[in-house]
């Protein structure tokens, strides 16, 4: 019971995160009235008007941190959504069986002990660079876990009895996946997706602080990248590489949060039939 009501508080505490982070993406001027490229006195300290400082350029540090909140979410689920197709097509076809199956089997292998985030440091530096980049970066390195969550829910699913009669009613394949398989599949997918999006979200800002991220659109990372270069620990300016951080990280753990349930084995707890 006690357990149940944890997972019940993470839930509802992630999902009001998530709700907090979406409106600051899509509606910032609720959370500020200055615009992120309005400028005052360079490297202020947290007064009553900018209580989080100023940086090198005289911007105001949560208003900057507020406007760059869509740029993050963006790359985050755009990244998580591609990795989540890939992941499930080529989870699906290592679970056929014959040599395609094995071949998919071993490319998911492959890309499941790959190296993945030195393989996007090293694509990320000689590709144009962009929100557009990360996305299929993270989109097309990261898939190896789903992958290999699919293929062996499909393959359970598929030695299960209403799977098989629809094998034995004479269903084609096509049909006896999306009628079938698809759906069982979908609890997988839904807490793969969750997890992917808060990977995905520190993956992006990694690279971004590496000074790899979009330049235009700035995210988070790309903030901490700024501010760093241009003299934040000199100037005692602390709040300016706190500020992105903590949102970076609690962005994440709302993903995680929203997770917990749909992690289990079994069927989660919030959506248990009574």
Same mark, same amino acid.
């Given at each position: /019971?006690?357990?149940?009501?944890?997972?019940?508080?993470?839930? @509802?505490?992630?999902?009001?995160?998530?709700?907090?982070?979406?409106? /600051?993406?899509?509606?910032?001027?609720?959370?500020?009235?200055?615009?992120? #490229?309005?400028?005052?006195?360079?490297?202020?300290?947290?007064?009553?008007?900018?209580?989080?400082?100023?940086?090198?350029?005289?911007?105001?540090?949560?208003?900057?941190?507020?406007?760059?909140?869509?740029?993050?979410?963006?790359?985050?689920?755009?990244?998580?959504?591609?990795?989540?197709?890939? %992941?499930?097509?080529?989870?699906?076809?290592?679970?056929? #069986? %014959? /040599?395609?199956?094995?071949?998919?089997?071993?490319?998911?292998?492959?890309?499941?002990?790959?190296?993945?985030?030195?393989?996007?440091?090293?694509?990320?530096?000689?590709?144009?660079?962009?929100?557009?980049?990360?996305?299929?970066?993270?989109?097309?390195?990261?898939?190896?876990?789903? %992958?290999?969550?699919?293929?062996?829910?499909?393959?359970?699913?598929?030695?299960?009895?209403?799977?098989?009669?629809?094998?034995?009613?004479? @269903?084609?394949?096509?049909?006896?996946?999306?009628?079938?398989?698809?759906?069982?599949?979908?609890?997988?997918?839904?807490?793969?997706?969750?997890?992917?999006?808060?990977?995905?979200?520190? /993956?992006?800002?990694?690279?971004?602080?590496? %000074?790899?991220?979009?330049?235009?659109?700035?995210?988070?990372?790309? @903030?901490?990248?700024?501010?760093?270069?241009?003299?934040?620990?000199?100037?005692?300016?602390?709040?300016?590489?706190?500020?992105?951080?903590?949102?970076?990280?609690?962005?994440?753990?709302?993903?995680?949060?929203?997770?917990?349930?749909?992690?289990?084995?079994?069927?989660?707890?919030?959506?248990?039939?009574?």
């Amino acid at each position: /019971m006690f357990k149940r009501k944890l997972s019940l508080f993470f839930f @509802l505490l992630g999902v009001l995160l998530l709700f907090c982070f979406c409106l /600051m993406a899509f509606f910032p001027s609720i959370f500020t009235s200055f615009s992120p #490229k309005t400028m005052f006195e360079i490297w202020e300290k947290p007064n009553a008007i900018h209580i989080f400082g100023t940086d090198d350029m005289g911007y105001d540090v949560f208003a900057e941190t507020v406007y760059g909140a869509k740029s993050t979410i963006t790359v985050g689920i755009f990244g998580a959504l591609l990795s989540l197709l890939v %992941g499930t097509a080529i989870g699906l076809a290592a679970s056929s #069986k %014959g /040599m395609l199956g094995k071949a998919f089997s071993l490319l998911e292998d492959l890309f499941t002990i790959l190296p993945r985030f030195l393989f996007l440091y090293i694509l990320a530096s000689y590709l144009e660079k962009g929100s557009l980049t990360l996305i299929l970066l993270i989109g097309f390195f990261t898939w190896g876990y789903t %992958g290999r969550a699919v293929k062996e829910e499909s393959l359970r699913i598929q030695e299960s009895s209403f799977y098989q009669n629809g094998v034995v009613m004479g @269903l084609s394949k096509e049909k006896n996946i999306i009628r079938h398989l698809l759906p069982h599949l979908l609890p997988v997918l839904l807490a793969r997706f969750l997890v992917l999006v808060s990977s995905s979200i520190m /993956m992006e800002s990694t690279l971004s602080f590496l %000074g790899l991220g979009d330049q235009y659109n700035v995210s988070w990372g790309t @903030l901490i990248n700024l501010v760093y270069r241009n003299g934040a620990f000199l100037s005692k300016q602390y709040g300016a590489l706190l500020l992105p951080g903590l949102a970076i990280a609690t962005l994440s753990l709302s993903f995680f949060f929203i997770s917990l349930p749909f992690s289990s084995k079994r069927r989660p707890h919030l959506f248990k039939r009574k």
